[in-house]
């Protein structure tokens, strides 16, 4: 394998990410507490203890399971970028990248290059889509054209709907697509690149733009330098938020680009995250499972959840929230001990116990 000489040898990436494997699993989506040695449920198969970590997880990066990714598999077991390809589902060169992107040594030829896209046009609750390419359309392009095609009246009549202010929708780059019949959402990965497009019709329902994968939904303008960092279900709870002047991002769903909202917040150096969950026990689980994947980057990890049963943060926002009341949750969640501040196992001590 030759890569453009732009970019870090498969050896230097090694060199550059042997101590931080436990960090670099759990980004990709591993839970820390699998990383213990013992046999562990498959994160990808399922069954009861076929899962382990090699000794020296944080050192090596080497993890197997019995039935999915074993001696004759392809990867096999054997080092920390095998893992990684087994757990993203990527080929050998996009896991460089991920990896790369990740230790924040992608060069920015390398970025330009079209990467795979998948083939899957529906969201999917899986975080890593496994796919092969079908066609490179270029995202950042579409999403430019469509934001072209959103008059500002439509803007305002949206806006208006969905009781959020219209500066709010430029700043998501939110535009219109006349062939679809539908307002276009651009998504990004954690580097700011836009690989897919939500779609939302006129009757609510929403889909992705064909060949488009998951990410995240940016605002323009948020800096590097924010204290504090809101991250909601959905364009339209973040744009809720960002309409009260709460810097804040969404997610495609309550499971949905994890590994990308951990490399996002990593890349920005925000160390204050609160994560915006709605009621239901799918919005909650996921917002607990990003939070343990969250610690890993940032500091004060809090969850929140606005509003009755049944509302989400936008409702509450239209129902007249400010961001006092945002900091009475933050308070709350504080109080109810559903803040989780930093503390990482200490992987080595891990690895030497097994
Ligand atoms: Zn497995």
């Not at 709010?168 to 897919?196: F, H, K, N």
């Not at 940016?218 to 279900?233: H, K, M, Q, W, Y």
């Not at 709460?246 to 925000?270: D, E, H, K, W």
Request: charged share 25%; with cysteine; aromatic share 6%.
């Amino acid at each position: 394998m030759s890569l453009p000489h732009t970019t870090p040898s498969v050896g230097e990436l090694k060199a550059l990410a042997a101590g931080r494997w436990f960090d670099i699993l759990i980004a990709a989506g591993i839970d820390a507490d699998m990383l213990n040695g013992r046999g562990h449920p498959c994160p990808k198969c399922g069954g009861r203890d076929r899962f382990a970590a090699f000794p020296n997880i944080n050192g090596r990066g080497a993890v197997h399971c019995r039935h999915c990714f074993t001696r004759g598999c392809d990867p096999s077991p054997g080092d920390g970028i095998a893992s990684l390809q087994w757990i993203l589902g990527l080929d050998f060169r996009a896991t460089l990248g991920w990896l790369a992107d990740w230790l924040g040594v992608k060069n920015e030829n390398d970025r330009s290059r079209p990467r795979p896209i998948a083939r899957r046009t529906v969201p999917s609750n899986r975080i890593v889509n496994t796919e092969p390419p079908k066609s490179s359309i270029d995202f950042d392009d579409l999403a430019k054209q469509f934001f072209c095609e959103m008059s500002r009246e439509r803007r305002e009549g949206l806006a208006k709907r969905l009781s959020v202010h219209p500066r709010t929708l430029v700043r998501l780059r939110v535009g219109y697509s006349e062939q679809d019949q539908a307002t276009t959402w651009p998504m990004v990965d954690s580097g700011g690149r836009c690989i897919g497009l939500r779609m939302r019709g006129h009757d609510n329902n929403k889909w992705s733009y064909r060949g488009g994968r998951g990410g995240l939904f940016v605002p323009d303008g948020i800096a590097t330098s924010i204290n504090r960092l809101f991250i909601c279900e959905g364009p339209t709870d973040a744009a809720a938020l960002l309409s009260i002047g709460l810097p804040a991002i969404g997610r495609p769903s309550c499971q949905g680009a994890m590994p990308a909202t951990v490399n996002f917040v990593r890349r920005i150096g925000c160390h204050d995250v609160a994560i915006v969950a709605d009621h239901d026990e799918a919005g909650q689980n996921g917002a607990t499972r990003l939070a343990r994947l969250l610690v890993t980057v940032a500091n004060t990890v809090r969850i929140i959840t606005p509003g009755n049963p049944g509302d989400d943060a936008r409702k509450f926002v239209a129902g007249g929230g400010t961001p006092g009341h945002f900091d009475e949750l933050l308070a709350e969640a504080d109080a109810l001990m559903l803040a989780i501040r930093r503390s990482v196992p200490n992987p080595k001590r891990n690895a030497d116990r097994n």
